[in-house]
């Protein structure tokens, strides 16, 4: 940064494009996106559904190249994904199931659910499943109550039990792990 020596202000270079980094395949696939939207600056949140239903997430190279693009600050972007639950800053596997801990929900009995899918999928709230198959997380209220205890696996809402956690999560792909052998090995 230099100064300016007539007015003494000081001059900031002004940033290298961000999109002259980026590699052509994934600049090519962020603007069949962006094309969706002629009114791109009033079209933030759906370009970054878009954006988050394809890869499962927010990847920093969409949000910098998204921010370049309609000349909205990057600050603003990070903003918005980071107030909407529904968008993510990290990876997240191809399911990403739910279960409800609210008030009805919790005294039927969704704590129990949470540590089953836990021990089932082999994570932690909040985490997800090494093959990028599974995410899971926990939510205060899914107004569901009715039919609490509650998990719901995309968009797909589930009365849950304990007994029901196994069937439900094979309906979305899960298997359990392999039981070894009698000699350790796998069968």
Request: charged share 25%.
């Amino acid at each position: 940064m230099e100064s300016c020596p007539v007015r003494n202000t000081p001059q900031i270079p002004k940033p290298p494009d961000f999109s002259a980094t980026l590699a052509p395949e994934k600049r090519a696939a962020y603007d069949r996106l962006l094309a969706r939207y002629p009114d791109r600056k009033g079209a933030l949140v759906p370009i970054l559904q878009d954006i988050n239903a394809e890869y499962h997430y927010l990847p920093e190279d969409a949000l910098r190249y998204v921010s370049e693009v309609l000349g909205v600050p990057l600050s603003r972007i990070y903003h918005i994904a980071t107030f909407f639950t529904a968008f993510s800053l990290k990876p997240r596997g191809e399911h990403l199931v739910r279960v409800c801990l609210g008030t009805a929900c919790h005294v039927r009995g969704s704590k129990r659910i949470l540590e089953a899918v836990e021990r089932k999928l082999g994570i932690r709230a909040g985490e997800t499943t090494p093959d990028m198959k599974f995410t899971l997380e926990t939510v205060n209220c899914m107004g569901a109550c009715a039919l609490g205890p509650v998990m719901n696996v995309g968009e797909d809402y589930h009365p849950m039990s304990v007994a029901k956690v196994d069937p439900t999560l094979r309906r979305y792909g899960w298997a359990p792990p392999a039981a070894p052998g009698k000699d350790g090995g796998a069968r």
